[in-house]
């Protein structure tokens, strides 16, 4: 993906993340959702992912529990 050094945002690719074809077809036609997404945005997504692998690598780190559905699988 070529990204242009002048610009503030990117493209945004629909992806489908849920088993739930409804709510994926909702979601990639719903007016509210934005098309791009803001480098800043990004960047900061990335400085967190950076702190979190630098905090979890602590021993003394409180674990962490990621809840999910079950409907979503493959």
């Keep these: 993906m070529f990204i242009d050094l002048f610009s503030d945002d990117v493209p945004r690719k629909f992806r489908a993340n849920s ?3 409804g709510f994926v077809d909702k979601q990639r036609t719903d007016p509210l959702q934005e098309d791009r997404i803001p480098l800043d945005w990004v960047k900061a997504m990335v400085d967190w992912e950076k702190s979190f692998r630098k905090d979890s690598s ?3 780190s409180t ?3 990621i809840f999910q559905g ?3 699988g493959p």
Excluded: H, L
Aim: hydrophobic fraction near 15%; charge should be negative; proline fraction near 8%.
């Design 63 to 65: 674990p962490i529990v």
């Design 19 to 21: 088993g739930d074809e």
């Design 70 to 72: 079950t409907e979503d």
């Design 58 to 60: 602590r021993k003394e």
